[in-house]
């Protein structure tokens, strides 16, 4: 019999990696602040999030006898953590700062199951190209860099912007789906367990 699976997260592109690897979420937003929560490092801040986003969903009654994933991601450029830009101006100065240089995707996850929890952080360094500044423009003014931590996607209009990543492809969308299986075996759940039933 599958276990439910509830995902407290909003984002589209974490939902689809999901989808896509064979489960069937529900999805539970946590309305957490994410203002209000902070932490000495961008890894400690992601990794703070997802464990707050995780606990709120999971105490609700509607996610009894669920296993519950939050995950929250933050750029770490220079030590500094970015989220998603407050405007199109910020997002713009952003990319400026990003071009030709790397960063480090970070993402907490925190999984609960049966009473239990766990929580562990994937890193994966991103390499960013050299946009001109009528292409940043442009970028931006598609909207799609005001939904997103650190202003880029991986499965996006700025995926040409890219040039190479060094670790988990996933992460950089949204969560790593091998994360998530090692911390669901420290909490005894199969991932198997979780798969949505095929059809004949």
């Not at 990794?47 to 933050?74: H, N, Q, T, W, Y």
């Not at 770490?76 to 960063?103: H, I």
């Not at 500044?133 to 909207?143: F, L, Q, R």
């Not at 040039?163 to 005894?188: F, K, Q, T």
Request: with cysteine; net charge negative.
């Amino acid at each position: 019999m599958t276990r439910r699976l509830i995902l407290a997260s909003q984002s589209p592109a974490r939902l689809g990696l999901l989808k896509a690897a064979g489960f069937a979420p529900d999805v539970i937003v946590s309305g957490v602040d994410e203002d209000a929560v902070t932490a000495p490092t961008p890894a400690e801040l992601a990794r703070a999030l997802a464990e707050a986003k995780a606990s709120v969903v999971a105490a609700r009654p509607e996610a009894r006898d669920a296993v519950v994933i939050g995950c929250d991601s933050v750029l770490d450029l220079d030590g500094q953590a970015l989220g998603k830009p407050a405007d199109a101006e910020e997002a713009t100065a952003r990319w400026k700062s990003m071009r030709g240089r790397a960063g480090t995707l970070q993402t907490g996850h925190c999984v609960y199951a049966d009473g239990r929890w766990t929580s562990a952080v994937a890193s994966t360094v991103v390499r960013f190209g050299e946009p001109t500044d009528a292409e940043i423009a442009a970028y931006v003014a598609t909207g799609e860099p005001l939904y997103v931590a650190g202003a880029f996607t991986l499965d996006g209009r700025s995926a040409p912007f890219i040039d190479g990543i060094d670790g988990d492809h996933g992460n950089v969308i949204g969560l790593s789906l091998p994360l998530v299986r090692r911390l669901l075996a420290e909490l005894g759940v199969g991932i198997t367990e979780l798969w949505a039933p095929t059809e004949a």
